[in-house]
């Protein structure tokens, strides 16, 4: 372990020796040049073949975990709160988006543009999420302690139950007749949205003041931060986005069950939460793409990989508490202003002047 920690240190240096090394309209033009090139990769890459229908069904998996990731990690890791009926938001947007492709946008007589209209469908989902996180929200965090876990988990079980007996939907058999709409390119774009949206949202007053309910919740009232309304906002963004995962998922599949929106989706969700580490974006993309391919590695073992999952999450409890990036984030994610480098340069600009202003003037130090 010492030999890996040294060896992953000594790269770490190297890349930021290499780093600094480049001019700053690079570094500033780095990160979107990526976000384009593979965007256009997530189109063409698939087009050519270079990417086989296999590798394709896993990418898109892995986007659609990153953004389930992300939405729960606001709450879980950022917040300090604890949900564990993530899937059931999930399921709304799912359903709430299939009944818009399959029977109102056909109805409407707008079966030829369904295709166009794919987001506008998953956006509604996701607000259908986000209505019914306020309902949950709203009686939830009039309490404090372990009891949003109960709730969330007594919502899950109330969604799967509804589901199963709503027979006009399928009931027990599930709803199908969606179009094949989720693309690797459609998944990439929401990944990004996600992101980009959630990593500002961190970054904001509000996301100062989640932050701040995690430390301290009492602490963080007396300084004047409106608790309930950081809460309440906060799980109602976790639960649109949710929704949109939701959605993306229902149409690759073109068929979804209520019992694969049990309790042990919700468990998955948390499982890649607290192995890329709670408080981190950068682990909550690391945490959702190793879980799910390595679960697809897995695939041989059949039903025994799915034990796999639990033993991780005990190993990492015992070994990492905070995950694989528990509490850090990765530089590129980060506003500049909050960069390590910043703090170092306003340190040397400001502070150690001062500093030795006041050690060679003691008496007044502002000569």
């Known amino acids: 372990m010492g030999k890996v920690k040294s060896l992953i240190s000594a790269f770490k240096e190297r890349w930021d020796a290499f780093y600094s090394s480049w001019p700053e309209p690079v570094k500033r ?5 990526l976000v384009a090139f593979f965007f256009l990769a997530s189109i063409f890459f698939p087009a050519w073949g270079i990417i086989n229908l296999y590798w394709q069904q896993v990418l898109i998996y892995v986007g659609i975990n990153i953004i389930l990731t992300l939405s729960l990690n606001l709450v879980n890791g950022y917040m300090g709160e604890f949900s564990v009926g993530h899937a059931g938001f999930m399921a709304v947007g799912a359903y709430v988006s299939s009944i818009l492709t399959v029977w109102v946008f056909p109805k409407l007589g707008l079966s030829q543009y369904t295709p166009y209209l794919f987001p506008l469908a998953l956006i509604i989902g996701g607000l259908a999420a986000g209505l019914t996180g306020l ?8 309490t404090r302690g372990d009891y949003l876990a109960i709730v969330t988990l007594s919502w899950n079980m ?13 009931g027990p058999r599930g709803f199908m007749g969606m179009p094949k709409l989720t693309s690797l390119a459609w998944v990439y774009v929401w990944v990004v949205i996600t992101i980009w949206l959630i990593r500002n949202l961190v970054y904001s007053n509000y996301g100062r003041g989640a932050l701040s309910i995690r430390e301290d919740e009492i602490a963080a009232s007396l300084v004047s931060v409106d608790t309930r309304t950081v ?17 993306l998922y229902a149409h690759v599949l073109v068929f979804i069950n209520p019992k694969a929106f049990s309790i042990l989706k919700s468990t998955d969700i948390l499982v890649m939460v607290y192995l890329g580490g709670i408080g981190s974006i950068g682990g909550s993309i690391l945490g959702a793409t190793v879980y799910t391919v ?6 041989p073992l059949q039903v025994w990989r799915w034990v796999i999952g639990p033993l991780l999450l005990v190993f990492l409890m015992i070994f990492r508490p905070h995950g694989i990036m528990g509490m ?6 980060m506003p500049p202003e909050e960069r390590p480098e910043s703090w170092r340069k306003e340190r040397e600009l400001f502070v150690l002047p001062k500093l030795a202003s006041a050690k060679a003037n003691p008496l007044n130090p502002e000569k």
């Open 328 to 333: 850090r984030e990765w530089k590129f994610l």
């Open 29 to 33: 033009a780095a990160v979107p040049g």
């Open 294 to 299: 390595l679960l697809e590695l897995l695939r």
């Open 158 to 170: 109330i969604v799967k139950s509804v589901l199963e007996n709503i027979e006009a939907i399928g």
């Open 135 to 142: 309902v949950v929200a709203f009686p939830s965090f009039r």
């Open 231 to 247: 809460k309440i906002v906060t799980f109602v963004i976790a639960s649109f986005f949710a929704g949109i995962a939701g959605g």
